[in-house]
Every structure is written in structure tokens, then in C-alpha cells.
């Protein structure tokens, strides 16, 4: 059963300082952190998160321990690759990302920087990680999306002075997966999930399910996520939850998403969203939290 932490101060590694997701994910779950930490118990053996993105609640937890073995996974393969980066060869990564930063400052025209490295296939998988970190921090509103032959096809940002290297977080993020011996898998969820037991923690971040018709933010990949995927996963939270896993997961706040968690215990917040078009659209966002515990009747 899933433990909340109560009235506890949590404390936090300031050698640490620079740990934070080292790419702006949709979804990203930084502004929820102070809803999520709490239901985290102190003590971890083995943590699960097969919709990695940005990572924000491991590197959360990383920041007061890294006292446990991490399973970490994603159906997108350049993201996992940049994760597998970091951790082996973080100095090569900050080599290729040095070098991308100079030639984007004194390129005469950035925005055809920007769609030559867009258009850029590389072969390596160091070269492939500074790419997508690249695109990342300079591309419209640091958002990931693919088309449905899965090429990323997000347009130029035009930041002022985007910060593309950030080594201190990079070093930091390498150091947190060596840490927790970070296995790091490109595989659907629910392989990712099959070993786990008794006592096993494990975080669901899914595609959330879009609070309109409008809305989307499932193209993480180029298979998307659909209401189906959504019965699926509330399926497999049951079983797990079942199993006597400690199961958290996060949603978008609608009828749908309710019904399918609607035998657990759900706390409804509200948080702004980290990527939207509108800068106003950003405040007010409703999501959910799902313990894998019977509610209270």
C-alpha cells in the first residue's frame, strides 16, 4: 500500500543544486512535484517510471536520495538515448553542445541553423543526444513532437540567448544515474512494468489524456496515445496496485480519466501547464492524482 509522508521537512542534497530535467518535456512534471513528493516513502528499493519525458519526479527524488536502483523507460528512442549519453559519456555530450552553442551564437542567420541540424541525421549516439538537446532548447516552445513517420517536425524557436548548454545539470544528471544504476530501456510500458513486485514503486506519467478535442499532447511518439491505451493503463494500474506494488500516477482531470481511477484514491490539483502556445494558457490546468489504494468510503 502506497504510504503517504506526512508533516515530514524533506531534506535536500545542495551539492545537488544543478539536478532538474535536462530537456522542456509537455507534461513536464516540475510545477507538480510539491503534490507528488509527499506520497513518495522515505525509503526505496526499486523505482519504476515507464513514461520517462523529462524525469522531473525522479531527479525530484534524486535531490534528497539516490539511495535505490532505478527503472527507467520510454517508446521514444532518442530521448533514451540522450539519457544513456549523459550517464556514460556526459564530457563527450558537453563537447558536441559547446560546439553547437558558438556556431548558433555567430551564425548570421539562426533560424537556418536551426533547420540544418533539424534536417540532420546523425550516426552516432553522442552526436544523435546533442541533436535532440539542441532542437530541444531552440526549437518553438521546447516542444517534442514527431509526425506519423516519427520525424521531429517542431519549427524555430526564435529565443533570445537559449541556454544549449547547461553542463553543471548534465554532470549532475550523469552522476544521479551512475548513482541509482539507471537501467535504461526503450520498451512499452507494460514489458517495463512486468518484473515488478511487492514494495516496488513505481510512477505512471502517461500521455494525458486531452481535456478537449482541441487539445493534444500525445505525439511524443508517432503511435500517439489513445483511449484505449488510457483503459489499458488503468487496467494494468489495478493489477500492479493488486500485486502490492506502490503505484502513483498523474492525469489530465476529465470525466474519462475519473471513471477509469474512479475505485482508487484521487486528489484533484491544479498546476500550470509547462508548454503552451498562449502564455496565459499555461495557469490553471486540472490534473490528477491517483493512489494505487481503495478510496476511503
Not at 4 to 9: D, H, I, L, N, R
Not at 116 to 122: A, I, L, N, V
Not at 172 to 191: E, F, G, H, M, P
Request: net charge positive; hydrophobic share 35%; with cysteine.
Amino acid at each position: 500500500m502506497l504510504q503517504a509522508v506526512e508533516g515530514t521537512q524533506l531534506s535536500v542534497d545542495t551539492s545537488k543544486q544543478h539536478l532538474a530535467s535536462f530537456v522542456k518535456w509537455a507534461g513536464g512534471k516540475t510545477s507538480l512535484l510539491p503534490d507528488l513528493l509527499p506520497h513518495i516513502p522515505h525509503r526505496l528499493t526499486s523505482y519504476y517510471e515507464p513514461f520517462l519525458g523529462g524525469g522531473a519526479l525522479f531527479f525530484g527524488i534524486c535531490a534528497r536520495t539516490t539511495s535505490f536502483s532505478a527503472h527507467l523507460s520510454d517508446t521514444n528512442e532518442e530521448l533514451i538515448n540522450a539519457y544513456r549519453v549523459i550517464k556514460e559519456s556526459p564530457d563527450e555530450l558537453i563537447s558536441f553542445l559547446s560546439r553547437f552553442q558558438k556556431e548558433y551564437d555567430s551564425a548570421p542567420d539562426q533560424s537556418a541553423y536551426f533547420y540544418q541540424k533539424r534536417d540532420w541525421r546523425p550516426t552516432g549516439r553522442v552526436e544523435s543526444a546533442a541533436r535532440l538537446i539542441f532542437l530541444n532548447k531552440t526549437c518553438y516552445n521546447g516542444l517534442y513532437r514527431v509526425n506519423s513517420k516519427g520525424v521531429f517536425n517542431v519549427p524555430f524557436g526564435r529565443y533570445k540567448n537559449p541556454r544549449i548548454l547547461n553542463s553543471g545539470s548534465i554532470h549532475a544528471v550523469s552522476q544521479v544515474l551512475q548513482n541509482t544504476r539507471a537501467d535504461l530501456r526503450t520498451i512499452d510500458y507494460k514489458d517495463a512494468l512486468a518484473p515488478c513486485g511487492t514494495a516496488d514503486f513505481i510512477y505512471l506519467d502517461p500521455p494525458y489524456q486531452p481535456p478537449s478535442k482541441t487539445s493534444s499532447f500525445t505525439d511524443y511518439t508517432a503511435d500517439g496515445f489513445s483511449e484505449k491505451d488510457q483503459e489499458e493503463l488503468a487496467e494494468e494500474f489495478g493489477k500492479l496496485a493488486d500485486k502490492g506494488c506502490m503505484v502513483l500516477l498523474s492525469n489530465s482531470d476529465t470525466a474519462f480519466t475519473r471513471h477509469l481511477y474512479h475505485d482508487f484514491e484521487i486528489t484533484k490539483v491544479t498546476v500550470n501547464r509547462p508548454i503552451n502556445s498562449v502564455g496565459t494558457g499555461r495557469k490553471g490546468y486540472k490534473e490528477l492524482i491517483v493512489l494505487g489504494r481503495p478510496k476511503k468510503n
